[in-house]
Each structure stands twice: as C-alpha cells, then as structure tokens.
C-alpha cells in the first residue's frame, strides 16, 4: 500500500508548475553567446592590426623606402638634411638617364641585374657605389678587382688613407673580400690583408663588401652614419637603382639559380659531405660481427620452412631455393649411404645409383644440376629429389634393377 499510495505523490511532485517559467533566460543566452562573440570581436581586432600594419611603407634589403631594420630610409632622409637629392630608379634605363659627372649612382644588389644591365652601367659619368659584387658582376662592370674570400661582419679599423674612412673610424664591415692590383686602388678595413672596402679613383668607384652599414638597423652603430654620408654624400644627387622584379628579361640574359647562392657554398657542401661519411665509417666500426640469438619465442619448423619459402618466392630466388633442397638431399644422403665427412660427388653419386639401380647420369643431374627456369620446375625438383631419397632410404620402393631379356634356345 506504502508504494501504490507514495507512486502518485511523486508523478504529482515531478509535473512542473503551470506558473512557472522553464524557457532561458538572458543570463543563460548571454553565458551560451559569450564564446562566439569574443572569437568575433578577437577576429575583427587581428584584421584591423593587419590592416594598419599594412599602411606602414616597408621594403626589401637596402631599400631607400625602407623602414624596416633591413632597409635604408634612414640614411636617405639624413643625404636629404644634408641638401642631397636621392632618387629611387628601378631600370637601368632611368639609371642612366639620371647619370651625370655629380650623381652618385647606389647599386645595393648587383645580383638582381643581369650581365648585360650591369655592362650598361660600366659606361656611366659619376661616382658607383656597389654593394658585394661577385667576380661575374665585377667582369661585367669592367673593374680590376676580384673576390679574394669572405669574413664575418665585425667592427673593424680603417687601416688606409681614404679620406671619408678616415672621418668615419672604424665601422662595422666585413662580409665579402677584394683584392686589385689596379693603379691607385685603395683597400680599407682589412681582414688579413685583404680590404672589405676597395677604392678604384681610376673607375670611380668604391666596392663594399657588406651593406650592413647602410641599413636602418645599424647605421648608429660605430662610424657607420659617417662613412654612409661620405661615400654617397660627395655630390648633390643619388640615384638608388632597385631593380624592378617583374621587368621583362630576355630569357638569354636571365641568371641562373645557382649564380644566386654563395661562393662558398660548394666548398660548405663539401665539408658536410665529408663529415657525414666520416661519421658513417665511424658508426659502422660499432657494428662488429653478426651474433647469433636464440628467438624469443618457439618458432615451429613448418612454419619457419614456409616462411622462407615465401621469402624465395617473393624474391624469385628459384636457384636459391633449389640449392637449398638438393643441399639437404645431399646431406641426408651422405649420413644414410655412410659416406664420409665432406661432400664427394663422384662418390655421393656411385652411392645413390648403386642403391636405386638408376643410371649415374640422371642421379648427378638430380644432385648437382642446373636451377629450374620457373616455379613448375622448382617443385617437379622437388618431387624428384624426395623420391630419390625414398629411394635410397627404402631400396624396396626403387625400381628393380632392368637385365637384358633373355631367349629361349629351341630344343633339338
């Protein structure tokens, strides 16, 4: 009775109230909204970053628009305090065009030129700064010098006489290495004997080995400002030739990949590979012998026979295979014909014929033949040599042994 009477309080208990509201109410709208609306509100942030930060000039490795660490619009704003004109020209067309005995013409990647462009600029009226030519842009300029090495990036003292060095003291240079036996060259901040900064008067030209100085980061480094404002401030005009990349470039004119890494690289490549073979040799010493383990586990002999055989198989090891079937045949025979140690041929094979009454012939081709041309004749070996040893085991499966017939003689 206790449950019949209590089973109908507690239906009546568990049916909601008619007045009462069971729908959500804001509070839980706004907790179950408040996850998409902050991933709303941070995408609109990060798009509103990316785009500022898209109105904010920037541009490549000394470029004279530049205002990243790796551009240059620091020294062209400081050539423009000092009352100097500075022109960013993007062909060498323009290049050219704004040439004349006053103009200091800035070339900060001759890597970005073809060969014929920078025969173009061989022929101009003023001054040339150029920044780490390699001995083919330094062909094409037609300048007595050459690439003599490389070394690192470091403070370095003038060491020579050129004025504008001089005032500067020393500055951070380095990276590519000249030599010239020109009249007149000048080589500045050395590095065991060899000039990261070469004057040509003759050419009127000054080679840098490195543009580090002339970049946004590290031009208030040591007298890097100084010797940035006396090697382009000497005119009244610049032009700062930054190759347009999508110009159009006869396809016999275009620059391989490779002319764009490093000198160096081969040389580096080499080492590597050395080193990666000296190492191999190094760990194959610890190889040592094979060791023979006992298995892990039990392995039975029909399945270790059919996994190998499998392996023959998928190798298509049909010699193999076969030199192992008449090698145990052998073996077996040998033991069963007590014959001694050490396979004899001749003697296995007299043994086998005596005791099967076969020919020598066909036993030595059984025995010792040649592999099977294809797997039907692998196992017609097979059967072959299992009822040659049968035969040899139990001589009363063999076949008897064939006599010549003999005739009757008619009696008288």
Same mark, same amino acid.
């Given at each position: ?135 083919? +842009? ?15 990036? +470091? ?11 001089? &005032? ?114 190094? &760990? ?15 392995? &039975? ?88 040893? &049968? ?22």
């Amino acid at each position: 009775m206790t449950g019949v009477a209590t089973a109908p309080r507690s239906a009546e208990a568990a049916s909601p109230d008619p007045s009462t509201a069971t729908g959500p109410t804001l509070r839980s709208s706004v907790r179950r909204g408040r996850g998409p609306v902050l991933v709303a509100v941070a995408v609109a942030l990060a798009g509103a970053v990316v785009g500022l930060l898209s109105l904010v000039p920037t541009g490549g490795y000394l470029d004279p628009d530049g205002y990243d660490p790796s551009g240059s619009r620091a020294v062209v704003e400081l050539l423009r305090d000092g009352g100097v004109e500075v022109e960013r020209v993007e062909l060498v067309d323009e290049a050219l065009t704004a040439d004349a005995p006053g103009t200091t013409l800035v070339v900060p990647r001759p890597e970005a030129l073809t060969v014929a462009e920078l025969e173009q600029l061989a022929g101009r009226q003023g001054r040339l700064v150029v920044v780490s030519p390699s001995d083919v +842009d330094l062909e094409a300029l037609d300048l007595p010098a050459e690439v003599d090495g490389t070394a690192p990036v +470091d403070p370095r003292d003038t060491g020579c006489v050129f004025e504008p060095a001089q &005032r500067a003291g020393p500055v951070e240079l380095g990276g590519t290495l000249y030599r010239s036996a020109a009249e007149g060259a000048v080589g500045c901040y050395p590095h065991r004997g060899r000039a990261s900064l070469l004057v040509l008067p003759e050419q009127r030209v000054v080679v840098l080995g490195a543009g580090r100085l002339l970049t946004n980061d590290r031009l208030d480094d040591e007298g890097n400002a100084a010797l940035a404002l006396g090697l382009l401030g000497s005119g009244d005009r610049v032009a700062w030739l930054v190759p347009d990349p999508t110009r159009e470039i006869p396809p016999g004119e275009r620059r391989p990949l490779t002319s764009l890494l490093p000198e160096s690289l081969v040389l580096g490549v080499v080492q590597l590979g050395v080193a990666l073979v000296v190492l191999a040799l190094w &760990r194959a010493r610890r190889l040592g012998r094979v060791v023979e383990e006992p298995l892990p586990v039990v392995v &039975r002999a029909a399945e270790a026979v059919e996994g190998r055989g499998r392996l023959y198989r998928a190798a298509g090891a049909r010699d193999t295979a076969a030199e192992a079937l008449r090698a145990g045949v052998r073996a077996r025979l040998s033991r069963r014909l007590g014959l001694p140690a050490g396979e004899d041929r001749a003697a296995l094979v007299a043994g086998a014929a005596a005791r099967t009454g076969r020919d020598p012939g066909p036993v030595d081709g059984l025995l010792y033949g040649a592999p099977p041309a294809d797997d039907a004749g692998l196992v017609r070996l097979a059967d072959a040599l299992r009822a040659l040893e &049968r035969a040899v085991t139990d001589p009363a499966v063999s076949p008897p042994r064939q006599t010549p017939p003999t005739q009757e003689v008619a009696g008288p």
